[in-house]
């Protein structure tokens, strides 16, 4: 569920798109009533495996998470993000990513939206407390990776998500065709911690947004204990 694209301007490097009707999964969750937003776990598990399908797939091609890894560890062994979320926080992370080493790994080269998120998701009332997905935008950092990537993006702000809700997308994505891992729910969380910790390196001080990268990576330790 794309937007259809109207015009474009190479020297503006600007699209426009026709207008979706709805409006954003996070003002559906904010602004309506608990059973409005839960309605739509399903159809989000849906959506997340037909996008993970979409052709070219080769089955044969494997995501390769080393460079990532390596990376995050760099980061998380001395970095300006390192500095900003602390020793304690760096060394649970690392420990975590040598505990899950093989889960991390998992999944094929599939289409990632790669920043797909609550306000990037477009929704409308469907019937009553029943809701439906009108469409995704913002499409221009998609790229490949690992089934898991966009399922952490998504989950990234865990708080909001209850047991029945994941349990609900999870449900209605194996039900769409989609394969997902055991433990998938925190493994997904741990590689969109790559993305944390990029934006934690940051030249810009933008204390605001490093102290929710820091709530975020705080939480998924804590669910990883648990």
């Known amino acids: 569920p794309v937007p259809e694209i109207v015009r474009t301007d190479v020297e503006r490097k600007a699209v426009v798109y026709r207008w979706i009707a709805g409006t954003t999964l996070d003002d559906c969750r904010r602004k309506e009533p608990p059973a409005a937003f839960a309605s739509l776990a ?68 599939v289409l990632c939206h790669r920043d797909i998120g609550g306000r990037n998701i477009l929704v409308q009332r469907a019937d009553g407390e029943r809701w439906r997905i009108q469409g995704v935008i913002d499409w221009e950092s998609a790229g490949t990776g690992s089934e898991l990537v966009d399922l952490g993006s998504l989950f990234r702000f865990a708080p909001r998500f209850d047991e029945a809700f994941v349990a609900a997308f999870e449900r209605g994505y194996v039900e769409a065709g989609g394969t997902l891992p055991d433990g998938w729910y925190v493994t997904a969380r741990l590689i969109d911690s790559f993305r944390l910790s990029d934006t934690l390196d940051g030249v810009r001080e933008l204390p605001g947004v490093y102290q929710d990268c820091r709530m975020r990576l705080t939480k998924l330790v804590g669910d990883l204990k648990a």
């Open 42 to 109: 399903d159809p989000l598990g849906r959506l997340f495996a037909w996008v993970a399908r979409t052709e070219p797939l080769d089955t044969e091609d494997r995501w390769d998470v080393v460079p990532l890894l390596a990376h995050a560890r760099a980061l998380l062994a001395r970095s300006r993000a390192r500095e900003r979320m602390g020793t304690p926080l760096a060394t649970a992370l690392l420990a975590a990513y040598d505990a899950r080493a093989d889960q991390l790994g998992w999944g094929n080269q």
